[in-house]
């Protein structure tokens, strides 16, 4: 216990700098997310590049190489922002590519005479799909939402190597300190076990409420 009481505000730091870009990044990812899954569906041609384009080259590119591009190509171009900026940027638009494949695969589980109706009283595409076809496909992809949000949670580690306060990166200075590794990794776990717990638990709640019966 001595290497979490002795160093409880180093943990408690990291824990908060965990947290806090899990939660920027998951509004970010959500917001991305779901604007490229209406590009995906949408009418227009050239959106529907866009939308491909984006979740193809995303979900194909490893996360750290995602943080070099925007932690260290970014300001080349004169965007200069604090450092868990930037990995928010890089957490949320990496898993945004996954949130809109999540949610596409919802959308395309509404009866297509849904949609078929909507347009026939006259409805949008953009009024048909955030009035008729999302929210009903959300109710369908709560537990993949929920599934890919924690494992923005774990991937914030990646974080720390970028000089971003994370809860993964105190283990350097408690090695530095000489405390056991074992006994910091372990106290590192069950942080990272309660954001995730939180997350589950969270994502239960929604499904017991909105999700649908099978």
């Known amino acids: 216990m001595d290497v979490l009481t002795d160093n409880f505000s180093l943990y408690g730091k990291g824990f908060l700098g965990t947290v806090e870009l899990t939660v920027y990044s998951s509004a970010l990812?959500?917001?991305?997310?779901?604007?490229?899954?209406?590009?995906?569906?949408?009418p227009v041609g050239s959106l529907r590049v866009l939308g491909?384009?984006?979740v193809t080259v995303l979900r194909n590119t490893p996360l750290t190489l995602l943080f070099f591009a925007v932690l260290l190509g970014l300001p080349r171009f004169g965007l200069v922002l604090p450092f868990q900026l930037f990995a928010v940027l890089a957490l949320g638009c990496y898993t945004s590519a996954f949130i809109c494949?999540?949610?596409?695969?919802?959308?395309?589980?509404?009866?297509?005479?849904?949609?078929?109706?909507?347009?026939?009283?006259?409805?949008?595409?953009?009024?048909?799909?955030?009035?008729?076809?999302?929210?009903?496909?959300?109710?369908?992809?709560?537990?993949?939402?929920?599934?890919?949000?924690?494992?923005?949670?774990?991937?914030?580690?990646?974080?720390?190597?970028?000089?971003?306060?994370?809860?993964?990166?105190?283990?350097?200075?408690?090695?530095?300190?000489?405390?056991?590794?074992?006994?910091t990794f372990i106290w590192i776990a069950v942080g990272y076990l309660i954001i995730t717990l939180t997350i589950s638990a969270l994502f239960n709640v929604m499904e017991k409420r909105w999700g649908v019966a099978r």
């Open 29 to 42: 990812a959500l917001a991305l997310g779901f604007v490229m899954a209406s590009f995906r569906v949408a």
């Open 52 to 54: 491909t384009v984006w």
């Open 101 to 183: 494949e999540v949610l596409r695969s919802g959308i395309n589980t509404v009866p297509t005479g849904q949609g078929e109706a909507a347009r026939s009283l006259g409805m949008t595409f953009g009024q048909t799909l955030s009035e008729v076809v999302l929210p009903q496909a959300f109710r369908s992809v709560i537990p993949p939402v929920g599934s890919t949000l924690i494992a923005l949670a774990k991937n914030s580690a990646i974080a720390g190597a970028f000089s971003v306060t994370e809860l993964l990166g105190t283990y350097r200075t408690l090695n530095e300190l000489g405390y056991s590794i074992i006994w």
